[in-house]
């Protein structure tokens, strides 16, 4: 029996984790779940899955949940904050730990459970782009197993065999598919008229609102770029990014020999989730077979920088390296929550992301604290710009 922490367990991959679990509760156990501000949801979830613990953002949130529990006679332990994050992704009693908090706020508990040495199971792809040899350090100095939920990096993880150097060495490229988001071949001069609930409606995925903001303007590739070139050490100009609207192939390893692997299934992120969970087993995850004879014509295309700038400011910021990744990431979390609010339009995204990067600080992303001091410079800086829009 292996015991789980799902970190965000109220979003959209933490509903998906929770239904992997359910279809196989002779091999999983709920320890902890955890949410921000949903008491209700993680209470419902908290009536069916009995965790030890649970954890909410705010002292308030936490009560009102802990209230409503004891109620039902159920008792899971209700702590609230980062040290109950913390200690719920680090627990003895926890042998893997689902990382699926969106943004920033899930980098030191996702961290945590790699310096505990869990498996670390990474959908929070933002702590990687923030933390990248810090993360990775972490990873292997305390024998932490990460596998990427990231469905790319899952896809690659999957064609690219084990730890075995000499596969390492014949490795080309790898290649990221992207759908293009709801806006590949919108109308480029009415992009910014687009409202968020436009925006977050992805033609094949559901998503939480940011996740989603990011796919439209093609962000979320360009941190995907850099959280491959972590995972998988591979410099800026080996990793290509490729526009496939039918995602089904969800990303491929170019061999120095021609071959091409690719992984491919239906659009589901129980698959990686299942992979990632089993890992090295299979297990069943509840997804549609492929039927590749009804699926229709698989396309490919070149991503076009001039409709989807935020791409192309993720390559800059990779290769500049340092601190600059995380710099991107907080810039771009602060532009896509004004987008969300209706404080900025869909293209100034790209414009705060870039005001923001264009003065970053140099140094090196060798310290937690180097990495939070410039999330926060950058966060108070993308702030200053969308008070003074005419700037940027
Ligand atoms: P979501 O918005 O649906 O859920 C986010 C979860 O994080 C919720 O449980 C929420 O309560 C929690 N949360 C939000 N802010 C928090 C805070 N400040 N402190 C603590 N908890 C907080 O998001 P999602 O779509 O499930 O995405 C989660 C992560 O997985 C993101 O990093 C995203 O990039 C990544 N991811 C998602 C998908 C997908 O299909 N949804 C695919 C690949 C990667
Ligand atoms: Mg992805």
């Not at 908290?46 to 802990?66: I, K, W």
């Not at 719920?88 to 030191?108: C, N």
């Not at 959280?227 to 995602?247: D, N, T």
């Not at 710099?327 to 414009?351: P, W």
Request: glycine share 8%; net charge negative; proline share 5%.
């Amino acid at each position: 029996m292996r015991r789980i922490t799902v970190l965000g367990a109220t979003g959209s991959i933490g509903d998906s984790t929770l239904d992997v679990i359910k279809r196989h509760p002779e091999r999983y156990a709920v320890h902890a779940l955890t949410a921000h501000r949903q008491v209700d949801k993680l209470a419902a979830l908290c009536r069916e899955f009995r965790p030890a613990h649970a954890v909410m953002g705010t002292a308030e949130a936490a009560a009102a949940l802990q209230a409503l529990l004891r109620a039902d006679g159920i008792k899971t332990e209700v702590g609230y904050g980062e040290a109950a994050l913390e200690a719920v992704a680090t627990d003895a009693a926890v042998d893997a730990v689902m990382a699926a908090i969106v943004g920033a706020a899930g980098l030191r508990p996702s961290l945590a459970a790699a310096r505990a040495g869990k498996r670390v199971l990474l959908a929070n792809k933002e702590a990687l782009v923030m933390s990248g040899r810090i993360f990775m350090d972490a990873v292997r100095e305390h024998g932490a197993t990460l596998l990427p939920i990231d469905s790319e990096h899952n896809a690659i993880f999957q064609c690219l065999p084990a730890d075995d150097p000499r596969y390492r060495a014949g490795v080309a490229k790898v290649v990221l598919t992207a759908s293009g988001g709801p806006f590949r071949t919108r109308d480029p001069d009415s992009l910014h008229d687009i409202t968020p609930d436009e925006a977050c409606a992805h033609p094949n995925w559901v998503m939480g609102r940011k996740i989603s903001v990011d796919s439209a303007t093609m962000m979320n590739k360009g941190l995907e770029v850099i959280e491959a070139h972590w995972l998988f050490g591979a410099p800026a100009e080996r990793i290509e990014v490729l526009i496939h609207p039918q995602s089904i192939v969800h990303s491929m390893v170019s061999y120095a020999d021609g071959s091409v692997l690719a992984q491919l299934g239906n659009p589901d992120m129980r698959t990686p989730i299942a992979y990632g969970m089993a890992y090295p087993e299979r297990i069943d995850a509840g997804v549609s077979p492929l039927n590749l004879a009804t699926a229709g014509a698989l396309s490919f295309e070149t991503p076009d920088l001039v409709r989807f700038p935020c791409l192309g400011l993720a390559f800059d910021a990779l290769r500049a390296g340092g601190l600059a990744p995380a710099v991107l990431n907080a810039a771009n979390e602060v532009a896509v929550e004004a987008f969300l609010q209706g404080r900025i339009r869909f293209t100034d995204i790209a414009r705060v992301v870039a005001g923001v990067l264009e003065r970053a600080p140099g140094g090196n992303a060798d310290t937690l604290e180097a990495v939070l001091s410039a999330d926060q410079d950058a966060r108070r800086r993308a702030g200053e710009l969308l008070e003074n829009r005419s700037s940027c």
